[in-house]
């Protein structure tokens, strides 16, 4: 069977969604056939003068909108199915017969301004985007999905049916492992905490600068590694305010192996979320052998289980005493290797490849 596998466009910018796709088409299992859909981000819009961002965005719709459901409907005759590895492209579904999609939905974030559009008020064209690819999940004929936290949110908000659902947790890269296969160069001094994510509101960044702020006191020594970015105008200036400037390092564009080797060097990870679908830098960082300190929320617990200390949102005297304890009394760099072990790229593409399968067959997904 053929599966033609759909991306983000690598120009977005999306470094989880690139390691998604090349997870899935690296572990498909024997009989799946996977079609890497990457085609080329087209730039108009952000080439004229004094456009910048908003040319860049207008992009983003004209190629995710446009131009790709054009070479997906293509991908669809010569495949047969369709795989969407993120769920703000499920618009793409409306361009594949009925029947012959399915769509990984990492979380609802995309679709919040419609779900609960008092909690996420956009303006009308935006709406009405988020509108059609929410359409185009509920036409999936399967949809896969990473925690059962995320699984509950979808069945709640009557997105899916459960028949036509499944769960695919992600996994862990070959790179993450505790102990360094290659020589990597080292771009950082230690000590440091590590941060590995965007900085997209749910991210909280300024939990994750105050609580720095806040060990430094303690730990002088300590620098933040950030990786991510950029620093957004309000972040930069709590930096500032903050007077950490100087123990603050932000990196960007690393490969997978220089990654996990600021993982394995890290006194700890922080994950200062107040809302995730899976929390991947979790069991990266575990499986690198790494302390993590994560916010107290119910994927994180999901994911992370005894290996991982939680803390409350945004709590930043607990967090003062919980990064404090895991830089000074780590737990059992076993048991978080243990916890990490659990999650696998290999079992993430078997089920997605039999799911197909079984779509092809003509039987039920369950």
């Not at 466009?9 to 996977?34: I, K, Y």
């Not at 999609?101 to 995309?110: I, M, Q």
């Not at 993982?263 to 107040?274: E, G, H, K, P, W």
């Amino acid at each position: 069977m053929n599966l033609a596998v759909v991306r983000d466009f690598r120009a977005e910018g999306w470094p989880s969604m690139d390691l998604c796709a090349d997870q899935l088409l690296a572990h498909l299992p024997t009989g799946v056939n996977g079609t890497d859909v990457a085609p080329e981000f087209r730039r108009l819009f952000g080439r004229l003068p004094g456009l910048r961002g908003i040319g860049f965005n207008a992009d983003r719709i004209r190629n995710r909108h446009v131009l790709l459901a054009k070479v997906v409907r293509r991908a669809a005759i010569v495949a047969g199915f369709v795989h969407v590895v993120d769920h703000s492209y499920a618009h793409l579904v409306h361009a594949v017969p009925p029947g012959w999609a399915g769509v990984y939905c990492h979380d609802l974030d995309a679709f919040r301004c419609v779900l609960g559009p008092e909690k996420d008020p956009r303006p009308l064209w935006f709406r009405k985007l988020a509108r059609r690819t929410l359409d185009g999940l509920k036409r999936a004929a399967v949809v896969f999905h990473n925690s059962a936290t995320v699984g509950r949110e979808l069945l709640s908000a009557g997105v899916v049916e459960e028949s036509s659902l499944i769960y695919a947790p992600l996994g862990v890269a070959a790179e993450f492992t505790a102990e360094s296969q290659d020589p990597v160069e080292r771009p950082v001094a230690d000590p440091y905490l590590l941060h590995v994510g965007s900085h997209i509101p749910r991210k909280r960044i300024d939990v994750l600068l105050d609580v720095f702020a806040a060990v430094r006191e303690r730990l002088p020594n300590l620098r933040l590694v950030q990786v991510g970015g950029p620093w957004s105008k309000p972040h930069a200036e709590q930096i500032d305010r903050l007077g950490i400037a100087p123990a603050v390092t932000q990196l960007r564009g690393l490969s997978r192996l220089q990654l996990a080797e600021l993982y394995r060097r890290a006194v700890a990870v922080l994950v200062t979320s107040d809302a995730e679908g899976f929390g991947l830098p979790v069991i990266e960082a575990l499986a690198c052998g790494a302390p993590v300190v994560a916010s107290d929320i119910p994927v994180l617990r999901e994911v992370g289980g005894a290996a991982v200390d939680f803390c409350p949102v945004a709590d930043i005297p607990a967090w003062l005493e919980a990064v404090t304890r895991a830089i000074l009394r780590p737990s059992p760099k076993a048991a978080r290797i243990e916890q990490a072990s659990r999650y696998s790229w290999a079992e993430h593409g078997r089920i997605i490849g039999e799911a197909y399968l079984r779509l092809a067959a003509g039987l039920p997904l369950r």
